[in-house]
């Protein structure tokens, strides 16, 4: 079928309500941006999952770099979008404006260059993210360790995917198939999936960017609905068993731990930490489990698991802002809260 005869399918759909959910914070803005809603049958829902990796980072992280900016000789380097993200009292952007130390950078080997321009300074970086940036924080480590550069930690919060979609599986709301996140499939494999789709009966398509790439692989959900199977769409990008040079260098520097996510609680062998004899880079990461909230009427815990829509949130629009955030999902450009105000998903 080409793309007219399958968007014509989905707005026309009039089957039983499916809800399928997308774990990449790019695919939720491709959607976004690509008004996919719109055009697909109302019994279609499409739901944001915990795939912005900003948004799940629970509030202790925040306020544990927010303690270190302002520490003497410390400074904390940090991509863009983490800046506002709020803590339980404060964001880093308001620590930078009482005095403290915050410097944003587009890649985390950027710090490489400001730790070797000033000796006296600690620079922590903010390592977030999932199985896709993870590679990136390693051949960082392989780097300080070559140039033999100690002024350099990491403060990790760094997620994988599998058992947060396990977690997702077991819990309360319904979920009918998966869009599975692109990224994070080209470093891990799209088979990284199969014993998921297996044990629960559920499609997941492993899906591109671009508009019709993503609706091919909500007409591929529809179709393969009730199946345990795993179709790759993506396959110029991901192949069955990933990037396994970029395992290889993860697992040489990084273990599996127990990690918080905001909204789901501990979540067992969620996260990586870097292993004990590489832990002189580490700032603190363990125990930074606390999730409360700056503003308690924030409802990012439910949204990003699905159990809302952003405009179920009281705060939503109203007090809550992409100019004002109260919560996660407003601040990054991958959070779901964003995406639906700046393109309400009707």
Request: with cysteine; hydrophobic share 35%.
């Amino acid at each position: 079928m080409n793309t007219k005869d399958i968007v014509e399918f989905l707005r026309e759909y009039d089957g039983e309500p499916l809800s399928f959910m997308e774990v990449c914070g790019t695919h939720t803005a491709a959607i976004s941006e690509n008004a996919i809603p719109s055009v697909i049958s109302p019994k279609i829902r499409l739901i944001s999952g915990p795939g912005c990796p900003v948004c799940v980072t629970v509030t202790s992280y925040i306020d544990r770099l927010i303690e270190l900016s302002l520490e003497p000789k410390t400074c904390i380097v940090t991509f863009g979008d983490l800046v506002r993200v709020p803590g339980s009292t404060s964001s880093l952007q308001e620590a930078k404006s009482q005095g403290g130390q915050v410097k944003i950078v587009y890649s985390p080997l950027e710090i490489i260059e400001l730790a070797e321009s000033d000796k006296n300074t600690v620079f922590v970086f903010a390592a977030v993210g999932f199985e896709t940036t993870t590679p990136v924080y390693a051949v960082l480590i392989e780097e300080l360790i070559r140039k033999g550069i100690s002024n350099v930690k990491l403060l990790t919060a760094l997620k994988t995917m599998p058992q947060a979609i396990e977690t997702l599986c077991n819990g309360e709301n319904k979920i009918d198939g998966f869009i599975a996140p692109g990224h994070v499939s080209a470093i891990t494999g799209s088979d990284i999936f199969t014993p998921l789709a297996v044990k629960h009966n559920l499609p997941f398509v492993v899906s591109g960017f671009e508009g019709e790439e993503l609706i091919a692989s909500i007409y591929a959900l529809v179709k393969l609905k009730g199946q345990g199977k795993v179709l790759n769409l993506y396959e110029s990008v991901v192949t069955p068993k990933g990037n396994q040079e970029a395992q290889k260098l993860v697992t040489k520097y990084f273990e599996p731990c127990d990690a918080p996510w905001r909204g789901m609680g501990i979540i067992k062998k969620s996260g990586l930490i870097l292993k004990e004899e590489y832990s002189r880079f580490d700032a603190g990461s363990k125990m930074l489990n606390d999730d409360k909230a700056k503003n308690s009427g924030c409802k990012c815990t439910e949204i990003i698991t699905g159990l809302k829509n952003p405009n179920e949130c009281p705060l939503f629009s109203k007090v809550c802002t992409p100019e004002n955030p109260q919560g996660a999902c407003m601040v990054s450009n991958e959070g779901a809260c964003f995406h639906y105000y700046i393109n309400n998903r009707g």
